[in-house]
């Protein structure tokens, strides 16, 4: 049995505890879903990915030590209590990158994922963990639901989403950012429906907030969305750390666009999407921000 002095350190490499490796086509699986996600924790691999969680657990740590992922230092100043218990936060390292486009094809560019990674900041790893969160559980759960597909999922930070919008509403002509934290689309047996996603950590001021909702509520009336992405309607899904910041976004989101646009922003609770029951993502859990709307909604709607 081996003692506590031979167990691999968590957050220095050291390959010769952990003894070699031999990349095998899981591995790739697991490497591609790392990049698709940019950051992405041990428990939302496991259950993205089939198979023993302890097996894939030892597997992430071989592929840590071995250079093919990295684990963002800065993960080390935070607990996540609203997703549960702190779990290892995992992104792509530089010989993943090299092992991805030699056999998938992906492009490589320039990019020293080893240096980007250390300069993450524990901000940015907790705002991407939920998205990868809200991610995760609406993939699984449309899995599991016969007559729906997630067609497509582009992250958050991606310039092809990036657009703008002119407010003339007021003393001067404002010039207002659509700059989305997700963008997917779900086709049933009606056809495609598509959203943009708001993963709001409390970090946002009512004013910057509402100037976001109006800017999407512009860019829907004067055919941004058309124009940019081909697509004529969408909704705003905003996701919130707790109940009380989503009823308070739900009500600057009525002083920034009125009643006419209230079907258009949708809000719900974090702790209402459970990773260990995906299916929650598509349930009632969703408000609507029109007055007098008491009831929930499935966005399957």
């Not at 790893?125 to 995760?136: D, E, N």
């Not at 299916?279 to 969703?286: E, G, K, P």
Request: charged share 30%; aromatic share 8%.
């Amino acid at each position: 049995m081996k003692n506590s002095k031979s167990r691999a350190p968590r957050f220095r490499r050291s390959p010769r505890l952990v003894g070699g490796i031999e990349v095998q086509d899981r591995d790739v699986e697991i490497l591609k879903l790392v990049d698709d996600y940019r950051l992405i924790d041990s428990r939302q691999l496991c259950v993205l990915i089939n198979g023993s969680e302890q097996t894939l657990l030892r597997r992430l740590t071989k592929l840590y030590h071995h250079r093919y992922l990295d684990r963002p230092l800065s993960q080390t100043a935070f607990s996540n209590p609203v997703l549960g218990p702190k779990r290892m936060v995992y992104a792509l390292g530089d010989r993943g990158a090299d092992l991805l486009a030699e056999r998938l094809g992906l492009d490589r560019g320039k990019v020293k994922w080893s240096k980007k990674n250390s300069a993450v900041k524990e901000r940015h790893i907790q705002h991407t963990l939920m998205i990868s969160h809200i991610r995760a559980c609406l993939n699984l759960a449309i899995e599991d639901t016969p007559g729906n597909d997630l067609i497509f999922w582009v992250r958050e930070n991606t310039q092809e989403l990036r657009d703008h919008v002119y407010d003339t509403k007021g003393a001067r002509r404002r010039r207002l950012t659509i700059f989305p934290d997700g963008f997917f689309g779900i086709k049933d047996a009606e056809g495609e429906m598509y959203f943009f996603l708001e993963a709001d950590r409390s970090t946002m001021s009512n004013a910057r907030y509402r100037n976001k909702v109006r800017a999407y509520w512009l860019w829907w009336r004067q055919g941004g969305a058309r124009k940019l992405l081909g697509i004529e309607n969408f909704r705003v899904l905003t996701v919130t750390l707790s109940e009380q910041r989503r009823d308070n976004l739900v009500r600057v989101t009525r002083e920034g666009v009125g009643n006419e646009g209230g079907y258009v922003f949708w809000f719900c609770c974090v702790k209402n999407i459970d990773i260990e029951e995906p299916a929650t993502i598509l349930r009632q859990i969703w408000m609507t921000s029109v007055p007098g709307d008491s009831q929930n909604h499935s966005i399957l709607e």
